[in-house]
């Protein structure tokens, strides 16, 4: 069964400043996804960032951006420019390729604090 | 813009009694999700849903959840009888059905039993 694994549980970082959030996972397989998700306090989870593993280049959104490493299985997020509006709990996720198994498997969360 | 709908949004129930969920996915969407969420954890899956059959049940505790799509659109998750250990967020996610596009989640049941 694949696992998804977030090392901090929280992390600070001061507004304006650059945070990398770190998530590793363990798979068999060759094809499959991996995601951020957000949740605000007020809980709605709304997707970060997508990865297709067989794409080699880092995915990224505005100022969210991924560092992907497929044969060391870690996915790290990093936020530029840090928001008061980034605090939230933020999922890496796991998703299998193979048709039918399309459940995410989510990391334990860490906790980010913006410092204004 | 299209959500995921889930109600009620808060539920306190005492234990040994039957509490239900509801949740209506974005209109088209093949494949529904019921997660649970302990505080300060990670969604863990209880039922996955293709249309209007059970793909994924292996972690829905069978003696007291159920879960039922009937018409392959919205779907209810039960539990009888509620236990203090089940206090939790109940997550509703549904997805398109081609495999590369990701979850979306409605906002959620918070779930007390006392």
């Known amino acids: 069964a694949q696992t998804v694994t977030q090392s901090q549980p929280e992390m600070s970082v001061q507004e304006a400043e650059t945070v990398t959030l770190s998530c590793t996972y363990d798979?068999?397989?060759?094809?499959?996804?991996l995601f951020w998700y957000k949740q605000p306090p007020s809980r709605q989870m709304i997707l970060v960032i997508r990865?297709?593993?067989?794409?080699?280049q880092n995915a990224t959104e505005n100022r969210f951006s991924v560092n992907f490493q497929k044969a060391a299985k870690s996915f790290s997020l990093k936020i530029s420019d840090s928001q008061l509006g980034d605090a939230a709990m933020y999922f890496c996720?796991?998703?299998?390729?193979?048709?039918?198994?399309?459940?995410?498997?989510f990391g334990q969360g860490t906790r980010l604090t913006i410092n204004p | 813009e299209a959500e995921v709908a889930q109600s009620p949004r808060y539920k306190i129930t005492e234990k040994s009694q039957a509490v239900a969920f509801w949740c209506d996915p974005i209109?088209?969407?093949?494949?529904l999700y019921w997660y649970r969420q302990i505080l300060g954890q990670g969604p863990e899956l209880l039922v996955q849903f293709q249309d209007e059959s059970v793909v994924d049940d292996s972690q829905l505790p069978k003696d007291r959840f159920s879960a039922e799509r009937l018409k392959g659109v919205d779907s209810t998750l039960k539990i009888q009888p509620a236990e203090l250990g089940d206090s939790a967020m109940y997550l509703c996610?549904?997805?398109?059905?081609?495999?590369?596009?990701?979850?979306?989640f409605g906002q959620g049941t918070r779930l007390t039993v006392v």
């Open positions: 209109s088209g969407h093949a494949t």
């Open positions: 990865q297709e593993a067989y794409k080699q």
């Open positions: 798979t068999s397989e060759s094809d499959y996804y």
């Open positions: 996610a549904s997805s398109p059905r081609y495999r590369s596009t990701e979850a979306f």
């Open positions: 996720a796991y998703r299998s390729g193979v048709q039918g198994a399309q459940k995410l498997v």
